[in-house]
């Protein structure tokens, strides 16, 4: 199947005490849902952490949008908006109120839409059965419903891509649907131009909505390619 691609990676190389991604050639096609599926210590993080920007201090190219590089999309606002990013650890600082997230992320992003956040969170369920709450800290919130946060922050973003380590591995299986409903409306609406790159330890989870697969083991690649021509 002919292409484009939204990044590209060559030669990547990220090195730690006891553990080495080595990356000769990696790619990411535009317009698609792709999982990147390995056990837990494969190198997912370590590679969406090198392609969101967290980190930098790694060896190889990798382009963005087929024409910027690793320092032009650090120095250049436009390239950094359209990609959203969620992920573990402190994502939001623990003193934060959903409210306070919201005002923050109407100040860094211009993309931001504030009403389609809120219609997200209750898309989500994130405060139950009850009305939205700003005053909610994120302290207070399950795993399960900071992740819910996460991905109503980042899909109320006019991005292009989004980069999403392990979206569904805390959220329960009717949440699960959901998420994939609205990758689906995501990659959907943008006629081609969307695109939607996560990791997951179990592709069960998400089977349904992906259309590439790359499959890592011990921080190398050792298949790729679309689900149907995988499963021949």
């Known amino acids: 199947m002919n292409y484009t691609t939204v990044v590209k990676g060559q030669n990547l190389i990220k090195e730690y005490k006891n553990f080495k991604l080595d ?6 096609p535009q ?3 792709t999982a990147l599926i390995g056990e837990n210590g494969a190198g997912k993080t370590t590679l969406l952490n090198m392609l969101s920007g967290i980190r930098l201090d790694f060896k190889g190219d990798i382009t963005y949008f087929d024409k910027y590089s690793v320092n032009e999309k650090e120095l250049n606002p436009e390239v950094k908006n359209s990609i959203g990013y969620t992920g573990p650890g402190k994502y939001f600082l623990p003193t934060w109120t959903v409210g306070d997230i919201e005002t923050i992320s109407e100040l860094i992003f211009d993309n931001f839409d504030k009403d389609r956040f809120r219609e997200l969170c ?4 994130l405060f139950g059965d009850h009305d939205f709450d700003p005053k909610k800290k994120n302290s207070d919130l399950s795993d399960g419903t900071k992740m819910k946060l996460m991905l109503a922050t980042v899909l109320a973003r006019d991005t292009k ?3 999403l380590d392990e979206p569904a591995s805390p959220l329960d299986p009717l949440m699960r649907d959901v998420l994939n409903s609205m990758i689906g409306d995501y990659i959907n609406n943008g006629e081609g131009n ?9 592709v ?17 690649i050792v298949e790729k390619g679309f689900v149907d021509e995988l499963k021949e």
Do not use: Q
């Open 23 to 28: 990356i000769p050639e990696f790619e990411i």
């Open 31 to 33: 317009g698609f849902a």
């Open 122 to 125: 209750n898309r989500l369920a």
């Open 161 to 163: 891509l989004l980069i």
């Open 194 to 202: 969307h695109t939607v790159f996560f990791s997951t330890h179990n």
């Open 204 to 220: 069960a989870d998400m089977e349904s909505i992906t259309d590439y697969a790359i499959i890592m083991e011990h921080g190398k």
